[in-house]
């Protein structure tokens, strides 16, 4: 079945920049997601179909995916994006939804 | 806005069904697809299936001999039941709304379900 690999944990100094990668097999012939989740909470979708944004989300957060690389960007770092970042896609030939394993941004 | 609340027993025994429901606050509710995701300490984020407002299903094919969802278009409701649970099945379990690219737009608040003997 289809794999997205993130890395445990990535780290970033406030004001700075944090890239967080997903990477799949052909992912930039899929729509990726992406979601925050802080502790305790439900996860909160901050990117999807690769680079748009829900209502509410800043525009420091962004997406990008080509090949086989998803990235979610964070340009200035602030205490609040700490969280747990997952990927997510829709795998047609299992027809299943396929989350990453997750990054602890810190 | 749509807001989604969901309720159902926390506590089971091996063997036990799972039963959640979930409510569905504004919106339209035929115009989206209601999802089940559950999120364990073995397997992280993991997506349970989706129900569509017409009955029609997709279930996750790892869980898909033991999964079932129902919809309740009058109440505005949908609701998972999850058979011959294990302590494998512990973890907390949520509904979402997914939109056309299976992207969860929003998530209900979480029912933590923990199988034990």
């Known amino acids: 079945s289809y794999i997205l690999t993130q890395p445990p944990s990535v780290s970033v100094a406030p004001g700075q920049t944090a890239k967080i990668p997903c990477r799949g097999a052909n992912i930039g012939f899929k729509s990726v997601h992406w979601y925050q989740q802080r502790p305790g909470q439900a996860p909160l979708l901050v990117v999807y179909n690769d680079r748009q944004r829900p209502s509410g989300i800043p525009d420091r957060i962004s997406g990008s995916s080509s090949q086989n690389l998803a990235t979610l960007t964070v340009i200035r770092a602030e205490d609040g994006d700490g969280a747990d970042y997952y990927c997510?896609?829709?795998?047609?030939?299992?027809?299943?939804?396929?989350f990453g394993g997750g990054t602890s941004l810190t | 806005q749509v807001q989604l609340q969901q309720w159902g027993a926390g506590l089971l025994k091996p063997s036990e069904t799972l039963s959640l429901t979930c409510a569905v606050y504004?919106?339209?509710?035929?115009?989206?697809?209601w999802n089940w995701v559950r999120q364990t300490p073995g397997k992280g984020l993991e997506w349970i299936g989706e129900?569509?407002?017409?009955?029609?299903?997709k279930y996750a094919p790892a869980l898909k001999r033991r999964v079932v969802m129902s919809i309740d278009l009058f109440m505005k409701q949908f609701s998972l039941r999850l058979t011959s649970v294990t302590a494998a099945d512990s973890g907390v379990y949520y509904c979402?709304?997914?939109?056309?690219?299976?992207?969860?737009?929003?998530w209900g608040q979480g029912t933590l379900v923990s199988v034990t003997s």
């Open positions: 129900i569509r407002h017409t009955g029609a299903t």
């Open positions: 504004g919106g339209t509710f035929s115009d989206h697809y």
């Open positions: 997510q896609v829709w795998d047609s030939d299992s027809e299943n939804v396929i």
């Open positions: 979402a709304l997914g939109e056309t690219h299976y992207q969860l737009e929003s």
